[in-house]
């Protein structure tokens, strides 16, 4: 039987986001990252082009996450507390594609660090480290603007991507990206509207859609990841049928969300009929970056380096020979 | 949506007193004025004023020195559309062409072999038919012209005829149906175009008529119009209609982004 032809075709690209700046483009990465770009759904390379390999990065913390189950902290136990030391370990011992970094001791409710404190830690991970950099505030608005207007100006140069602008906080970041070259993340709360809505905000500003990236939140397998997969999807959709608002690359930053449900992190001896949870929190992580990836992510932000392996090796199978 | 912009037309004091004196200056005026209003194309009609090939090439020119908005070339001359097409630099449309023969022959090959988009009226030798399956029988003509002379479905667009509300009121009711059956007529479909000016003719609130029809006429599967970009309220009315149509995602600030996309 003849298989029919249901490839579409698009009007509208996907745009490319870089993230990085090596010595010769003005900073001091090793190489940079792109991603987005593509022409068709995810992964259906008989109908368009996935130019750039979906990515993977790590998360780190400035301070010593306390909250982390114990087996996201294994494997950086020696260096957690330590910034600089847990972004080398990564980049040596993991080989990820990006180093996430995220200032959580400058919330104003936890160690409420100074913003001259988070731009000398984010000077010193770039001086240890050679990935692109993606920074991230501690999630409270007024502090993040704060932290930014040191934090853009010291990594000057280095391309990083900054996060996030919102729906109700986003002249800041806007006008600091812009001003300094960084890329920044565009976040909205599950809601497919809102982050059409950011996205005109920023246009709006100034601040040029090519150097967006989507986030529309990261609920983890089994909280709701149903919704923003569709999301997702109408995203893509959107911006491959000509709304340019809605064209950019989306990530998702998944280890925060799958490591506080109870099915990655309960223990086998608390429960012993939901089996080693050593392999299942792993795999809960890595299920839920599949279904993203599927969904249209570029960038997946993870915790666990067996989850960050595993879901390297299906982003290859996906791209190779046609996404057999 | 697909916007066509009308405001080059000699039919206008401004654009005559133009194309007479050879004065770029409105000319370039309109075709920015237009492209910023949110036009996909841009009309260049020489009205009675002119039937020198040479005329549309000079307006051709302007246009496309200014913006880079596509051209539709509003002439049913071969002797007109060819050279004209062959000026411009990128996409483009000839409008228009009737469901006559000698029209249909002539004119669509000059579409395919320039990639061009082409309008054809459902009009053939006695005039515009006033009934829905006189509309239909001319779009199938039409229809399969296009078909027969390797025309992309995507570059052709079939106008079903508007008619002066005021003089002809029963008629809107008809364009509708014709409407909604011509957006049947194949999968993937044409474009359903209309002049949409033409529904207000000699009325007073000109622009209320004009919005209400269009936005009527887009529930039931119009996708390009000939208008007045101008007309903000128009334009606002085409945003909101393809929101509820669900062709665009809702944002709080849907009319700002539809005119940036």
Known sequence: ??????????????????????????????????????????????????PNRPVLAFEIWDVRPEDWPPITKEPFEDVMGNPVE??????????????????????????DRSPEGAAKTVEKVLEAT?????????????KDNEVFTL?????????????????????????????????????????????????????????????IVIFPNSPALGYGIEYVYSIMERTRLAGLK??????????????????KTKEAKITAEERPNWGDHRKRGPLWEATTAFTYLQ?????????????????????????????? | MILIGERINAGFSDVKQALQEKDPEEIENLAKRQADAGADYLDINMGAVSKDPDDMIWLVEIVQDTVDTPISIDSQDPNIVEPALEACNGKSMINSTTAQDEKLDKLI??????????IGITS?????????????????????????????????FIDPVAMPLKFMQEQASNLLEAINQLSNISDPPPHISLGISNMSSDASEKSLINRTFLVMAMAVGLDAAICDVFDKKLINSVATAEMILNEEIYNDSFIETYRMN
Not at chain 1, 89 to 95: A, L, R
Not at chain 1, 181 to 191: L, W
Not at chain 2, 109 to 118: F, K, Q
Request: charged share 25%; aromatic share 4%.
């Open chain 1, 1 to 50: 039987m003849q298989i029919p032809d249901v490839s579409s075709t698009w009007e509208n690209e996907i745009s490319s986001v870089t993230i990085g700046a090596t010595e010769e483009e003005g900073g001091t990465r090793s190489r940079t990252i792109t991603i987005g770009g593509e022409t068709t759904m995810p992964y259906l390379h008989f109908e368009g082009t996935m």
């Open chain 1, 86 to 111: 847990w972004a080398q370990k990564c980049e040596e011992d993991f080989d990820p594609d990006l180093l996430s970094l995220r200032l959580m001791g400058c919330d104003p409710y936890g160690e």
């Open chain 1, 130 to 142: 050679t990935l692109p950099l993606i920074i991230w505030g501690s999630g409270d608005e007024e």
């Open chain 1, 151 to 211: 934090v853009s100006p010291a990594a000057e140069g280095e391309n990083c991507l900054l996060g996030t602008i919102t729906e109700d906080n986003y002249r800041t970041l806007a006008a600091l990206g812009k001003a300094d070259d960084h890329k920044v993340i565009a976040e909205s709360p599950v809601d497919i509207n809102i982050a059409k809505q950011v996205n005109t905000l920023a246009l709006d500003v100034g601040y040029d859609l090519e150097n």
């Open chain 1, 242 to 259: 000509g709304d340019r608002l809605m064209a950019q690359p989306m990530l998702a930053n998944i280890g925060g969300e799958v490591w």
């Open chain 1, 295 to 324: 969904a249209g992510a570029d960038l997946v932000i993870m915790r666990h380096p067996e989850a960050l392996n595993e879901v390297g090796r299906k982003i290859d199978r996906l791209m190779d020979s046609g996404g057999e």
């Open chain 2, 109 to 118: 090959p000059l579409a395919v072999e320039h990639d061009a988009s082409i």
């Open chain 2, 124 to 156: 053939g030798e006695e005039g515009a038919p006033q009934d829905v399956n006189g509309r239909l029988e001319h779009g199938a003509k039409i229809f399969t012209s296009a078909n027969e002379h390797g025309l992309d479905v995507d570059n052709l």
